[in-house]
């Protein structure tokens, strides 16, 4: 069974710090990674994907994928309250319909 | 803007009658999903369309039957809700070239008393 892991939080970090948020994967022939913010309330919207090893950076966001360990991150720099939020990381293998989702980071930034 | 609209928004319903669950899209996109959040145990996929008539199951499809007789329309059917089906169920559509890039719908909460 394919496996998305997350650290739960609650992680705090004052207003204008550089939220890290991580995630492991347990399948090796996962292909496709994404990380989605979710409001609470409301549905999860995609925020970044990362396809190839090493980093993606847009805007204050960057992803960052090492296959090799299994692992995904996403650093949020200049963070804002507004970036509070849940986030989901989501795994994708080669071909597969299916998106295998993380249970979730919950992220608050403390003005 | 993809546009995704689900109905009904919330519902509860008691143990055993039938729900329908409704997902429209305007965009003609292929691939549509359904999704259901429960506390501790994030998204999971129920099931999912890859074109009318066409549909697969998830990882937690049982309970559950879906129809896709339109483009635009993806249903969700519990024939006869259970309470472990309270939760809060998300449509989504594939918007772009890869399977993780989802556009999800505003959510249906259901509950089964």
């Known amino acids: 069974q394919k496996e998305v892991e997350q650290n739960s939080g609650p992680l705090s970090v004052p207003e204008g710090a550089i939220a890290s948020l991580n995630c492991t994967y347990s399948?090796?022939?996962?292909?496709?990674f994404f990380w989605y913010r979710q409001y609470s309330g409301k549905s999860p919207e995609l925020i970044m994907f990362?396809?190839?090893?090493g980093d993606k950076e847009d805007g204050r966001f960057t992803a960052q994928l090492n296959k090799a360990s299994q692992y995904v991150s996403l650093l949020i720099r200049d963070s804002q309250p507004s970036d509070s939020a849940t986030y989901l990381c989501?795994?994708?293998?080669?071909?597969?319909?299916?998106?295998?989702f993380g249970k979730g980071t919950k992220l608050s930034v403390i003005p | 803007d993809a546009g995704i609209t689900q109905s009904p928004r919330h519902k509860v319903t008691e143990t055993g009658t039938p729900v329908t669950l409704r997902c429209h899209q305007t965009?003609?996109?292929?691939?549509m999903y359904w999704y259901r959040q429960d506390p501790g145990h994030g998204l999971r996929l129920i099931h999912y369309?890859?074109?009318?008539?066409?549909?697969d199951k998830g990882e937690v499809s049982d309970g559950y039957s879906v129809s896709r007789s339109k483009t635009e329309d993806f249903l969700l059917t519990l024939e006869s809700a259970t309470s472990s089906q309270t939760s809060v169920y998300f449509c989504?559509?594939?918007?772009?070239?890869?399977?993780?890039?989802?556009?999800f719908g505003e959510g249906s909460r259901l509950t089964v008393l």
């Open positions: 990362i396809y190839s090893n």
């Open positions: 989504a559509i594939r918007t772009g070239g890869n399977d993780g890039e989802l556009f």
């Open positions: 989501a795994v994708s293998g080669a071909g597969s319909y299916q998106l295998t």
């Open positions: 369309s890859y074109g009318v008539k066409d549909t």
């Open positions: 399948d090796r022939g996962s292909q496709s």
């Open positions: 965009e003609n996109h292929r691939y």
